[in-house]
T-cell receptor, first 115, second 114 residues
Framework: AQSVTQLGSHVSVSEGALVLLRCNYSSSVPPYLFWYVQYPNQGLQLLLK??????LVKGINGFEAEFKKSETSFHLTKPSAHMSDAAEYFC?????????????FGTGTLLAVQP | DADVTQTPRNRITKTGKRIMLECSQTKGHDRMYWYRQDPGLGLRLIYY???????NKGEISDGYSVSRQAQAKFSLSLESAIPNQTALYFC?????????????FGPGTRLTVL
């Protein structure tokens, strides 16, 4: 069975500081991994995805994530936080188009950016 | 126009009432999903459908039913709403030939059951 663990339900950073949101996964098959962002009162928007190509994945709005198989991690980073990055972020894992192609979501990390 | 639309966007109802949430998509995707989001729990899958003749239960299907009326439409029903079904509900779609599980989400329906 697949699962995702997001460490830290709330993260607060100062504007201009590094953003690091942690995600660890468990999967019995090669995983496909996703980060979604949810801005207040909106649906989920894909930030970036790992689908077994390059291990360092670049997404929208300056975010990137690195797939580390040895650590079963897919942490999300951004070098310099902006006020507009304040949102909730979800990590998700898929069996990659296998039997169900379902997404399993983590519990989310709420990012606050302080001026 | 949005690719995935949900109606209504907000709904307040009473315990025991029947409620239907509707989802429509213009992406031409085969697969559609219903999730609920609760604070601190993330998104949990209620039902999913791979085509109009294929409906599958997700991890929390009790108390819910669905109907896939057409490729573009997927409705979620609460036959007799209860307060713990108060949540934010999302519809999503994906393409069978698409990028390995990537899903596209609607704007959500906020449901309150009193």
């Amino acid at each position: 069975a697949q699962s995702v663990t997001q460490l830290g339900s709330h993260v607060s950073v100062s504007e201009g500081a590094l953003v690091l949101l942690r995600c660890n996964y468990s999967s019995s098959v090669p995983p496909y991994l996703f980060w979604y962002v949810q801005y207040p009162n909106q649906g989920l928007q894909l930030l970036l995805k790992y689908t077994s190509a390059a291990t360092l994945v670049k997404g929208i709005n300056g975010f990137e994530a690195e797939f580390k198989k040895s650590e079963t991690s897919f942490h999300l980073t951004k070098p310099s936080a902006h006020m507009s990055d304040a949102a909730e972020y979800f990590c998700a894992v898929s069996d990659g188009g296998g039997a169900t192609n379902k997404l399993i979501f983590g519990t989310g990390t709420l990012l606050a950016v302080q001026p | 126009d949005a690719d995935v639309t949900q109606t209504p966007r907000n709904r307040i109802t009473k315990t025991g009432k029947r409620i239907m949430l509707e989802c429509s998509q213009t992406k031409g995707h085969d697969r559609m999903y219903w999730y609920r989001q609760d604070p601190g729990l993330g998104l949990r899958l209620i039902y999913y459908s791979f085509d109009v003749k294929d409906i599958n239960k997700g991890e929390i299907s009790d108390g819910y039913s669905v109907s896939r009326q057409a490729q573009a439409k997927f409705s979620l029903s609460l036959e007799s709403a209860i307060p713990n079904q108060t949540a934010l509900y999302f519809c999503a779609t994906s393409d069978l030939q698409g990028a390995r599980g990537e899903q596209f989400f609607g704007p959500g329906t906020r449901l309150t059951v009193l």
